[in-house]
Nanobody, 120 residues
Framework: QVQLVKSGGGLVQAGESLTLSCAAS????????MGWYRQAPGKQRELVAT???????NYADSVAGRFTISRDNAKNTVYLQMNNLKPEDTAVYYC??????????????WGQGTQVTVSS
């Protein structure tokens, strides 16, 4: 069993910054890619950013230049630094991890959602 536990989130004003973190724990051999997704009310879940085990990143066009994804492989943790937040960033944010789990194999796990609300 692998769990992804998030911290961060909350209510901020436009232009402010917020950092999310997500730590994977359990029977983990290694983690390939980790990522962040978000879902606003009435909208489909969308990719925000991903990062591979060798630190290659990609971002959605809507957040590129404002958000930074990073990871600490020793802690199996992925971070999302969100700068210059906009009201349209308001959503429930989810982390995920492409995990090589001991005795199980490769699996994709999702963390619990974290609400981020940006007021104008």
């Amino acid at each position: 069993q692998v769990q992804l536990v998030k911290s961060g989130g909350g209510l901020v004003q436009a232009g402010e910054s917020l950092t999310l973190s997500c730590a994977a724990s359990g029977s983990i051999s290694s983690i390939n890619a980790m990522g962040w997704y978000r879902q606003a009310p009435g909208k489909q879940r969308e990719l925000v950013a991903t990062i591979t085990s060798d630190f290659r990143t990609n971002y959605a066009d809507s957040v590129a230049g404002r958000f930074t994804i990073s990871r600490d492989n020793a802690k199996n943790t992925v971070y999302l630094q969100m700068n210059n937040l906009k009201p349209e960033d308001t959503a429930v944010y989810y982390c995920n991890a492409d995990v090589f789990e001991n005795y199980v194999g490769r699996r994709v796990y999702w963390g619990q959602g974290t609400q981020v609300t940006v007021s104008s």
